[in-house]
């Protein structure tokens, strides 16, 4: 469990939760016949599940969200 403040923070609990939920899709890879885009997958699914997040917050977001494509 994150050892954060009840208050403020939440960027911080937003970036946890994307790891938070990696980690068990990186494992499910490991295992998979494809292991490497396999865990590209996991990596870009998890990763637009947390910009979606960030955009629906008036905090600034992550500096990754912003871009676009492959970038």
């Known amino acids: ?3 954060l403040p009840e208050t403020a923070f939440a960027h911080l609990r937003r970036q ?6 990696l980690r068990p899709r ?3 890879c490991c295992r ?3 292991p ?6 996991a990596w870009t699914d998890v990763l637009d599940g947390f ?3 960030e955009f629906g917050v008036k ?8 871009r676009q494509g492959p970038a």
């Open 16 to 21: 946890a939760a994307a790891l938070d939920a």
């Open 1 to 3: 469990p994150l050892l």
């Open 51 to 53: 910009c979606t997040d």
């Open 59 to 66: 905090t600034r977001q992550f500096h990754c969200c912003r």
């Open 26 to 28: 990186l494992n499910a």
């Open 36 to 41: 490497l885009p396999c865990a590209r997958r």
């Open 32 to 34: 998979h016949h494809t």
